[in-house]
């Protein structure tokens, strides 16, 4: 019977909002750990600039090591899970009360 306890919490940690979260900050600590964050932060052009932004970014990611890249989709990845998983919660959340309010 442990095992099934076992089985059933590592289902409930792998899915959904947790994992997604871990993996975000695995993938933040990895950044940090591999990137100079200040000196990108330093050279970066004007926020309100945002064809020189883009182009920073690019030119960036196109002449990093293969591992920041990984890391960096890593990061977007479980960043866009995460806040699909926070729309269809927040969603399914005020749904359940909608119909539940009637």
Known sequence: ???V???YLLHLISRGVPSRIVLLTLSLAGLFSSVSVGHVIQNM???S???ALFSFYTSALSNA???V???VLALVV???FLARDIVYNVRSYFSRR???AR
Do not use: T
């Open 65 to 67: 090591e293969i591992l």
């Open 98 to 100: 909608l119909v539940g």
């Open 45 to 47: 052009p004007q926020v």
């Open 69 to 71: 890249k990984v890391i």
């Open 1 to 3: 019977m442990r095992r």
């Open 5 to 7: 306890y076992a089985f």
């Open 78 to 80: 479980s960043a866009l």
């Open 49 to 51: 600039n945002v064809n």
